[in-house]
Structure formats: C-alpha cells, structure tokens
C-alpha cells in the first residue's frame, strides 16, 4: 500500500497541466455499449477509476484499448459483441458509477444483471433514481441477491422527473433514453459539465438530444447508434485543486489545460477568500502573494461550490485568517479528513452538517490516514504547507481520480515523494543436513 511523503514549506511555482476528466471519461467509455462501432475517447486521464471500467466492460465483451503517452491518452472501446450484460459485484464494489452501465446495457441488450454499490440499498441512496427512471421507460425491474435485474423488449419514452439532482442518474437514463421508441423529456436533471459531454458524445454517435447542461433534457429515441471519436473535457476538480495549491502555498501558478468556465463558483469563493487569480482561455494563473481570509462555504449542485472541492477549501481554511463555515448540502459524512487536520494542528469543530473552522492555525506534520478520493487531496495540500514531513496513507483513492499527482506536483516544486510498504523479510529456515 503506498504512501505519500510530503515536506512542507515550498511554494509552488511554474506550471501545472490538468488532465481530462475522469467524471467524464466514465459515462463516455460506458456509452460505447451503445454501439456495435469504435469509440475513440481522447483526453482519457490515466488513473485507477478507468482501468476499473475497462476490466468491467471486457467482463462483458469488450475490447478496451488504452494508450498513453504518444497515444495522446487516447481510449479506444468496441462493443460489436457483448457475451454477457453483467457487471458483478467484484468490479461494481470499487466504484459507485459502474452503476453507469445499466441503462446502456438495458438499450442496447433488452437486458441488464448489475451488482449494488457496496453498502447501497433501492430506496436508500441515489440507485433508487436510476430504478425509477428505467420503469417510467417501460424496463421491468427486481432485485435479487444483492443484483438489480432489468429487462425490457425495447425501452418507450416518457417524462421522468428527479426527485433529487443526481450526475449519474442523468447520465445513465440519458443513454437508456437514446435508443428508446419515441421521446423523452427529463426535468431536475444534473446541468454539470460532464452531463454535456456525455450529450456531445452521444449525439455524435447520432443521437438527438437538446438541452443537456440545463435542467430540462429532450431525446428523440434512433433505432440505432454508430461509432465517434470524442475528447474529454478537462477535469475542474483537478485544476481547482491546484489552484488551491497554488493559492496555499503562496506560490505564482498557471493551471493550464482547463476549462475556466467551469470553475466559476469555486474562482467566485476563492476571491473572497483573497486569492488573486487571472483566466485566459483555457488556463487560470493563482498569485498567492495576498493573505488568506475567512469565508463562508455552502456546497450545492452545479453551478453552485461543488461537494468535491469541500475538503480541498477546507485545507485553504485553516490557513485564513477568521473563521470559515463549510456546509455540506451533498453528502453525509463527508468530513472525514477534518479529523485528520486536527491531528495536524487545525482547529476544526463539526457540527452535524456544519464544519467551523478557525484560523489561522499553524500545521505541524504528522501521519494521517486518507478515508477517500477528496480527502486524499485535502490531506495533499494540508501537507504542502505544515512544518516537518507528512506521511499520507492509503493514496490509493487519490489514485483513482488525480493522474500521477506527486509528479506534478513535484514538478513546481513540491517535495513529494511516492513510497511502497515496506514488507517484513519471511524468516528462513535454517539448512537441514544429510
């Protein structure tokens, strides 16, 4: 299991270049089970989330190609023969969007067996969204066994109304709905940026849908789809992650490689906090040179502060001067690591929803546990910044979406460094002699 050793103290300068987006790439290698044609995906981030989905859907038949490198990071999937419509719970447990795949699989097959996410019930975490959803299409739907069955001669179309905004809901009925008889009308959709990537994707494949990225989705069901070459959008946590890093380590930072458009409410935030920063087209410079202030956070779906950048901000509070109150509107338990900044010498108190964090509190370093993907980040930055040498554990989520993150980080001038665990020597048993 490795570990990052960080030591703190050095500001980050030069530049940094963000990859696509692995909130992206996901929906878009599931979409090629639309289609019996190549998909060509470009952009697709090299991490942990994506070699997962390619091993679900060669579980399925596939053949998934990923190239890195000269290959421009290029993902070449084809589904032209799909064995068996099955995601099992091996590969489904590691992540919750390998749930993607059941509207597709359902479209494309007449039928769909996938596992439940580890820990998840219908009725008691967003699934239940997806499930709904597929019914108003015409899908018969049972569980059995931990699986989710769903069967259907050809989907119909239909309005379906969210009860609640969720990404990956939007996105798997999105595609259920591109093959179903008739149209479709979807309201309270997710309006993030990677939902209308998904859309551009699909509609190059010859779907007809309008409005994605707002909160009303129409679809014209095709009888069939055809293959597309597509690049990735770059990934907005990351590059608001940097620029964070950036901001907190007072260093002078261009993020290149982005989508400033995207980041808005997280820019909008980092201005009152009295981070300088300036956009061109597709990169965004951070001046650490002004001292941080208190401000107030509330995570909401998109346009709003995104629930992945809570614990990121969080370690940039620590370092501000006042006292800052994040809400998390999106997830429970999503304070983990504030537990961790303690032990690094943050003042932190939680209050249900509600995190009061009070600085500015020195950070001093120390071993800390990382609990999930955001976190390990959060920890990352806290670690950029606290005097003496960290040690982060269990970057194995941060691995799943942040691509080769020591290197770049590095690469500015942050001293990190990846290192394996050290297995204890298997004692040897002494010669027997003749």
């Given amino acids: 299991m490795d570990k990052f050793v960080i030591r703190g103290g050095n500001p980050l300068l030069g530049t940094i270049r963000v990859s696509g987006a692995k909130n992206a790439a996901l929906p878009a290698m599931a979409a090629a089970l639309l289609t019996d044609e190549p998909v060509i995906l470009e952009n697709v981030p090299q991490v942990r989330d994506i070699e997962t989905t390619r091993k679900l859907l060669a579980s399925m038949g596939a053949e998934v190609e990923l190239g890195y490198g000269r290959a421009q990071h290029r993902t070449t999937l084809c ?31 007449g039928t769909a067996r996938i596992s439940l996410p580890g820990g998840c019930a219908i009725g008691s975490r967003p699934i239940d969204l997806h499930i709904n959803g597929l019914e108003r299409l015409g899908a018969n739907i049972t569980q059995d066994h931990g699986y989710v069955e769903a069967s259907a001669r050809r989907l119909k179309g ?213 609990s999930d993907l955001r976190a390990s980040a959060s920890l990352v930055l806290a670690a950029l910044v606290a005097d003496g040498e960290s040690i982060i554990d269990r970057v194995y989520h941060i691995d799943r979406g942040y691509e080769h993150i020591e290197e770049k980080l590095r690469g500015v001038g942050a001293q990190i460094r990846r290192i394996g665990e050290i297995l204890p020597k298997k004692a040897t048993a002494p010669a027997v002699r003749a």
Avoid: W
């Fill in 158 to 370: 239909a309005e379906i109304i969210f009860d609640k905004i969720t990404v990956t809901g939007t996105e798997d009925l999105l595609m259920a709905a591109t093959l179903a008889e008739g149209e479709t009308v979807m309201q309270n959709c997710a309006r993030e940026p990677e939902v209308a990537d998904l859309a551009n994707l699909l509609n190059k494949m010859g779907a007809l849908i309008e409005g994605a990225g707002t909160a009303t989705i129409r679809v014209r069901g095709v009888e069939k789809l055809h293959g597309a070459r597509h690049r990735i959008i770059p990934d907005r946590i990351e590059a608001a992650t940097f620029i964070i890093a950036g901001a907190l380590t007072g260093g002078d930072l261009n993020v290149t490689g982005c989508e400033p458009r995207h980041l808005g409410a997280v820019l909008q935030k980092l201005s009152e906090a009295g981070v300088k920063t300036a956009c061109s087209e597709d990169s965004v410079r951070v001046m650490g040179d002004n001292p941080l202030v208190a401000a107030d956070v509330v995570t909401e779906e998109y346009p709003g502060f995104p629930t992945d950048m809570q614990a990121q901000y969080m370690a940039l509070a620590t370092q501000a001067n006042g006292t800052s109150i994040i809400t998390e509107n999106i997830f429970e338990n999503r304070f983990m690591h504030a537990l961790e900044m303690v032990r690094m010498g943050a003042n932190i108190k939680i209050e249900g929803r509600r995190a009061v964090v009070r600085g500015k509190s020195p950070l001093s370093a120390t071993a800390v546990l990382a």
């Fill in 79 to 109: 589904c032209s023969r799909i064995a068996a419509p099955e995601a099992s719970y091996e590969l489904v447990k590691t992540m919750r969007a390998s749930t993607l795949v059941l509207g597709p699989l359902l479209a494309r097959c």
